[in-house]
Nanobody, 120 residues
Framework: QVQLVESGGGLVQPGGSLRLSCAAS????????MGWYRQAPGKQRELVAR???????NYADSLKGRFTISRDNAKDTVYLQMNVLKPENTALYFC??????????????WGQGTQVTVSS
């Protein structure tokens, strides 16, 4: 089993910044893709950004330019730098990681989520 622990959420004013972190631990084989998703009240969980082990990134179109995903492979940790935050960015942010148990088998794991609230 792999555990994902997120941190860095909180309350921030519009226009402010936050940096989320997510560290993987436990029985890790090899972490491939990692990512961030979010879920606002009454809405479905949606992709924020993903990053491969090689550093290739993918973002939700609406967040390009304000959010930046990065990772430290040595620490199995992924980060999300969020700038110029808006009230509509308020959500529970979840970390996701794919662990390659075998070349043909990948297991996905989720963190418990960290709350981001953007409000004045």
């Amino acid at each position: 089993q792999v555990q994902l622990v997120e941190s860095g959420g909180g309350l921030v004013q519009p226009g402010g910044s936050l940096r989320l972190s997510c560290a993987a631990s436990g029985s890790i084989f090899r972490i491939n893709d990692m990512g961030w998703y979010r879920q606002a009240p009454g809405k479905q969980r949606e992709l924020v950004a993903r990053i491969t082990s090689g550093g290739t990134t993918n973002y939700a179109d609406s967040l390009k330019g304000r959010f930046t995903i990065s990772r430290d492979n040595a620490k199995d940790t992924v980060y999300l730098q969020m700038n110029v935050l808006k009230p509509e960015n308020t959500a529970l942010y979840f970390c996701n990681a794919d662990d390659a148990v075998f070349p043909w088998e990948t297991r996905g794991y989720w963190g418990q989520g960290t709350q981001v609230t953007v409000s004045s």
